[in-house]
Nanobody, 120 residues
Framework: QVQVVESGGGSVQPGGSLSLTCAAS????????MAWYRQSPGKQREFVAGIVANKNANYGDAVTGRFTISKDSAKNTAYLQVNSLQPEDTAVYYCAIKSKTWAGSSHDSWGRGTQVTVSS
């Protein structure tokens, strides 16, 4: 079983920054992919950024150039640096991971999210 916990959300003014953390723990053979999604009230969940084991990253169009994803494989932790925040970035930010069990099967796990609020 894999547990995913997000932290680092908060309230900031437009133009501000936050550092979000996603920590994975539990029993698994490997973590192959870690990603951030976000969801605002009344909207569908949106892909924000993802990073694979070799640290290649990809980003959603709305955040490219402002957000940076990174990971510490030794700590099974991913980070999301969010800069130049705007009110439209207000959402619950979720971390999702794709892990592999010792038996070789793939498993998806989600955290409960961390709230990011951007307002003046």
């Amino acid at each position: 079983q894999v547990q995913v916990v997000e932290s680092g959300g908060g309230s900031v003014q437009p133009g501000g920054s936050l550092s979000l953390t996603c920590a994975a723990s539990g029993t698994f053979f490997s973590i192959d992919y870690m990603a951030w999604y976000r969801q605002s009230p009344g909207k569908q969940r949106e892909f924000v950024a993802g990073i694979v084991a070799n640290k290649n990253a990809n980003y959603g169009d709305a955040v490219t150039g402002r957000f940076t994803i990174s990971k510490d494989s030794a700590k099974n932790t991913a980070y999301l640096q969010v800069n130049s925040l705007q009110p439209e970035d207000t959402a619950v930010y979720y971390c999702a991971i794709k892990s592999k069990t010792w038996a070789g099967s793939s498993h998806d796990s989600w955290g409960r999210g961390t709230q990011v609020t951007v307002s003046s």
